[in-house]
């Protein structure tokens, strides 16, 4: 009833800013400073919607009882409400989630036919690596071994068995509870038979001499990690992915210079990694991932 009495030509944001705003009205619970509590981004997995942790702040929204989530749940089409916030910051780069509305906190989120499920409280899921996931699954990897050195719930490993079709993925993983998830993930993906889980630090865990491909991904430096990944490459080399956040400032005439002066500290530090090994060093191909702001993506 609310959206055909509003003009046609107002934006999605504004029509639901409307409904939440005469909500509230009607049960005496608006201020006019909530109005920048109403999102104008979110994430959706599944059925769980997950909103900044400035959405919805102002303790008057849940004084409004279950009554509001439900409609917030129709007018973004979901089920499950959470309000996410910063990393933690620890090891397992933990995030700050609470369900605030709906009856799980598992997640069930299908990507590129890529089935991923885990608990939105207790692991992290980034929609900005989506264009890495991707690219992943697009490759050949037939006949491969890949190391994934920082597996998590399997955003790069299960594309890499998916898709890419690798022989076999050694997935490296500390996080008790993402490690959880990724056994779930495997199963659920009829690839747990091509996966070995190595529980702990990547740096004692890892095999080593076994990798075509090796996945370094972590951030906002891998570099603590170059070690291992090359020791993990077979004695014939193969392709490590090296990911790393660039903080200077960024535009489309600079990127190359950034990019190599990335590669010409990864060159050294792998001579002097593995000196006596005989591998020759090139770089193949330098991507951006995803760009953010401080404070937002």
């Not at 989530?69 to 309000?83: E, F, S």
């Not at 570099?223 to 392709?239: F, H, M, N, P, R």
């Amino acid at each position: 009833k609310e959206f055909q009495n509003m003009p046609s030509k107002i934006t999605k944001h504004e029509r639901i800013r409307e409904i939440l705003v005469c909500f509230m009205k009607e049960r005496g619970c608006w201020e006019e400073k909530m109005n920048d509590e109403i999102p104008r981004s979110f994430e959706k997995y599944g059925s769980h919607l997950l909103f900044p942790e400035t959405a919805f702040a102002n303790r008057t929204w849940s004084d409004a009882g279950e009554d509001l989530w439900k409609l917030i749940c129709k007018l973004y089409n979901g089920r499950a409400v959470a309000i996410g916030g910063s990393i933690q910051n620890d090891s397992y780069r933990t995030p700050s989630v609470r369900l605030i509305y709906g009856t799980t906190t598992i997640v069930n989120f299908v990507d590129n036919h890529v089935r991923y499920t885990w608990d939105i409280e207790k692991n992290m899921f980034s929609s900005g690596n989506v264009n890495e996931r991707h690219r992943i699954g697009r490759l050949s990897c037939k006949g491969e071994v890949v190391v994934d050195l920082f597996a998590g719930i399997g955003y790069f490993t299960l594309p890499y068995l998916v898709h890419a079709k690798a022989k076999f993925v050694h997935a490296c993983e500390w996080n008790a509870s993402a490690i959880e998830a990724l056994r779930r993930n495997l199963e659920h993906n009829g690839v747990a038979n091509r996966c070995r889980i190595y529980e702990g630090d990547n740096r004692e865990v890892s095999p080593r001499k076994v990798a075509d491909r090796v996945n370094i991904g972590i951030i906002p430096s891998s570099e603590d990690y170059w070690q291992v990944a090359c020791e993990t490459l077979s004695d014939k080399g193969g392709i490590l992915y090296v990911h790393q956040n660039v903080t200077s400032k960024f535009n489309g005439r600079n990127h190359c210079d950034i990019c190599e002066n990335v590669k010409v500290k990864f060159n050294l530090n792998c001579y002097e990694i593995i000196p006596t090994f005989g591998y020759q060093i090139s770089c193949k191909k330098r991507r951006i991932i995803d760009m953010w702001q401080t404070g937002k993506r």
